[in-house]
Structures are given as structure tokens and as C-alpha cells.
């Protein structure tokens, strides 16, 4: 069964990071979490600004202090927000993705809700932005919130959709993804993805039909994937359908949401052969970059850092 008892909510305090906030909340109320919101500064130490003049002195910078940082955090959340659950309010000096993480494992948070976009923009992902290094060292499951995503609302997410490739972190995922819909008496898709031979025209060459081949190849990945669906619901049972596709798998992933209209995206943090977040294509990097909906990205136990 999952729960989740204490919810980190990062923010810089832009309005693009208030559509995680209403998500960070919903969750919070759902399953009667404790939710922190944190906001990492520069060091609150007074800072001298070098001129490069020698007969003049150095400016010095005076950052807000503790205090008024706090204050413009609780100006952030509004005041009805708090209502029926238990909220922190922590600011901390360093590096963003740092002081996220570290407060993260510290305070042994069981969810992160993030923005997608930022004050520097989630499009610099690739370039080592703060989302990046979060997904990749996170120690629990990071919900990822695109700034256009559908209210929260009052229920937690009744259509999920879980993305699967048999590999350890999407098996972790999709035994969310069933608790999840099960909790919320939702339903969940689970779908694969096959991308080898899937664009390529069907046509027999020699003693191998492509054709047949990749009939084999649907019908082994379905077999395969409703198997994997009733030996990870015993205990969650859930409305759930499993659904093979054909093609480039981020781009399968967000057609299917698309489609069917969920409000939430399942996935594993690594792929089959333990890909890390961070490398270019990875069709979860991908999925949270271009999603129109929230994405949960999953961790298998031991594989962060």
C-alpha cells in the first residue's frame, strides 16, 4: 500500500511553481500528510562585491534575512491553503537541488512536488537545471507538475496511465501506479512500448518476415505485460487495462495520455539497461519535459545517488 505522510514542496516563490503547489496541497489533504514548503536562498552572510576599482571600497550585499525570507513564503501560500493539514515553512541557504535533496533524506519526506518551470526555465534540463539533479538524486518519488496542468481538484488522480519496459523501475512504478488508482477507486493503463521495427514496413526478406516477427513481438509484450499486471495487484486491486503500442515510447506515452484523458503519468526513473535520467532521450526525461499532465517519476529501491 502506498502512503505518503510527509510531502516536500520546493519553490522559488514564482507563480510558475503555484500549479505544484495546489497538487502538493491536494496530496497533503488526501492522505492527511504533514507538507513542507521549502525555499533554498543564497547564504544569508553578507557578501562584498569585488569593483575591480582600488581606490574605491567594495560594495556589500546584504541578503534578506531568515526571518523575512519565511514571510515572504507564507505571503506566497495562500491563507485558506493550510486548512486541514499540518504545513512547515523552511528556508535554506546553498544550492537549490542540494538543499532539496538533503533536507529530502533528513527529514525522510516520502514525496517531492515540484514545478516543471522554474525562474530558469525548465528547458535547461539538459544543461543541469535543479529539476534535473532532483529527479536524478531524489531519494523518494518526485511528482513533476507541468505549468498548465488541470486543477487538482479534490481527488487524487482517478485516470493514470503507467509507462512500462519489464526493467526494475517500472516495475516499482507501476506497483504505485495500482495502489494509486486503487486508493483513489481510479483506473490505470498500462502500456509498452515497442520501438524496434515498429516504422518500418512490413515485407519478407529472405527466410525473415517482418511481419510475423513483429505480430510475435506484440503478442510476446502483451502476454508479458498482463501477466505483470495480476502478479502486481494482489494486494491493490484496481481497475487496470493493458495496451501495447508501436513506436518511439515518449512519444506513445504522451499520444495514450493524451487520448484517454489522464491526469497522471507513471514512470520509472531508469530504463532496462539502467540508463540514467540525466543522458539525453531518456524517454522519461522526455515524457516530464512534454507532458501536459502530472508525471510521477519512481526510483527502484537503491538506485539513487
Do not use: K
Given at each position: 500500500m502506498v502512503t505518503f505522510t510527509k510531502i516536500l514542496y520546493p519553490t522559488d516563490l514564482s507563480e510558475a511553481s503555484r500549479p505544484a503547489l495546489?497538487?502538493?496541497?491536494?496530496?497533503?489533504?488526501?492522505?492527511?500528510?504533514?507538507?513542507?514548503?521549502?525555499?533554498?536562498?543564497?547564504?544569508?552572510?553578507?557578501?562584498?562585491?569585488?569593483?575591480?576599482?582600488?581606490?574605491?571600497?567594495?560594495?556589500?550585499?546584504?541578503?534578506?534575512?531568515?526571518?523575512?525570507?519565511?514571510?515572504a513564503m507564507r505571503e506566497f501560500v495562500p491563507e485558506d491553503v493550510p486548512a486541514g493539514i499540518d504545513v512547515d515553512f523552511v528556508a535554506d541557504a546553498g544550492d537549490p537541488s542540494r538543499v532539496v535533496v538533503d533536507h529530502a533524506v533528513s527529514a525522510a519526506s516520502d514525496l517531492i512536488v515540484i514545478g516543471t518551470h522554474g525562474r530558469s526555465g525548465f528547458d535547461r534540463l539538459l544543461g543541469g537545471s535543479v529539476a534535473d539533479k532532483i529527479l536524478r538524486r531524489a531519494p523518494c518519488p518526485v511528482?513533476?507538475?507541468?505549468?498548465?496542468?488541470?486543477a487538482a481538484g479534490t481527488r487524487v488522480f482517478g485516470r493514470i496511465l503507467c509507462a512500462v519496459d519489464f526493467s526494475p523501475s517500472s516495475q516499482q512504478a507501476l506497483g504505485f501506479a495500482l495502489a494509486l488508482a486503487s486508493q483513489a477507486h481510479g483506473t490505470v493503463t498500462v502500456m509498452t512500448a515497442l520501438e524496434w521495427l515498429a516504422e518500418e514496413e512490413p515485407r519478407t526478406t529472405g527466410h525473415f518476415d517482418v511481419g510475423e516477427y513483429?505480430?510475435?513481438?506484440?503478442?510476446?509484450?502483451?502476454?508479458?505485460?498482463?501477466?505483470?499486471?495480476?502478479?502486481?495487484?494482489?494486494?491493490?486491486?484496481?481497475?487496470?487495462?493493458?495496451?501495447?503500442?508501436?513506436?518511439?515510447?515518449?512519444?506513445?506515452?504522451?499520444r495514450l495520455?493524451?487520448?484517454?484523458?489522464?491526469?497522471?503519468?507513471?514512470?520509472?526513473?531508469?530504463?532496462?539497461?539502467?540508463?540514467?535520467?540525466?543522458?539525453?532521450?531518456?524517454?522519461?526525461?522526455?515524457?516530464?519535459?512534454?507532458?501536459?499532465?502530472?508525471?510521477?517519476?519512481?526510483?527502484?529501491p537503491g538506485a539513487v545517488g
Open positions: 495546489d497538487f502538493a496541497v491536494t496530496v497533503a489533504r488526501w492522505y492527511g500528510a504533514r507538507l513542507t514548503v521549502l525555499h533554498a536562498v543564497p547564504p544569508f552572510e553578507p557578501v562584498v562585491v569585488p569593483t575591480g576599482l582600488t581606490d574605491a571600497s567594495n560594495p556589500v550585499v546584504y541578503p534578506p534575512s531568515m526571518d523575512a525570507v519565511r514571510d511528482l513533476t507538475i507541468p505549468p498548465h496542468a488541470r513483429r505480430r510475435h513481438m506484440v503478442e510476446d509484450a502483451r502476454a508479458r505485460l498482463g501477466e505483470l499486471v495480476r502478479s502486481a495487484q494482489p494486494d491493490t486491486p484496481a481497475r487496470a487495462d493493458d495496451v501495447v503500442t508501436l513506436g518511439r515510447a515518449h512519444r506513445e506515452v504522451l495520455a493524451a487520448e484517454r484523458g489522464c491526469d497522471l503519468i507513471v514512470m520509472g526513473a531508469q530504463g532496462r539497461g539502467g540508463v540514467s535520467l540525466a543522458l539525453f532521450g531518456s524517454t522519461t526525461q522526455q515524457v516530464v519535459r512534454r507532458a501536459e499532465c502530472p508525471v510521477l517519476v519512481v526510483h527502484r
